[in-house]
Nanobody, 122 residues
Framework: VQLVESGGGLVQAGGSLRLSCAAS????????MGWFRQAPGKEREFVAT????????YYADSVKGRFTISRDNAKNTVYLRMNSLKPEDTAVYYC????????????????WGQGTQVTVSS
């Protein structure tokens, strides 16, 4: 089972990025998937999560209205569209899958990707 993130990079404040997470090794079309992030010196924090059907989404208050999570079950892929990026969004972003517990708690997810760096310059 593998989750592989891509799409990170360096962007100026106010810019946009789209992260992708491709899942392999099993089907993830019937599980919750999401994103967490970790900035230097800080704990991992919840960013967004999406139900298996895509019909329900939840966001951290800090990204609500700027980030959009979506998924394509035919491609076993989840996306995170990030608009109006701020320097405080700088972090390593992790894809997660298979929720059992609270959606905003890191320990609730069975699978994690290796992370992709997002850096927002001021």
């Amino acid at each position: 089972v593998q989750l592989v993130e891509s799409g990170g990079g360096l962007v100026q404040a106010g810019g946009s990025l789209r992260l992708s997470c491709a899942a392999s090794g099993r089907t993830f079309r019937n599980v919750v998937m999401g994103w967490f992030r970790q900035a230097p010196g800080k704990e991992r924090e919840f960013v967004a999560t999406i139900s298996w059907s895509g019909g329900s989404t939840y966001y951290a208050d800090s990204v609500k209205g700027r980030f959009t999570i979506s998924r394509d079950n035919a491609k076993n892929t989840v996306y995170l569209r990030m608009n109006s990026l701020k320097p405080e969004d700088t972090a390593v972003y992790y894809c997660v899958a298979d929720l059992s517990g609270s959606y905003n708690y890191p320990g609730s997810y069975a699978y994690w990707g290796q992370g992709t760096q997002v850096t927002v310059s001021s």
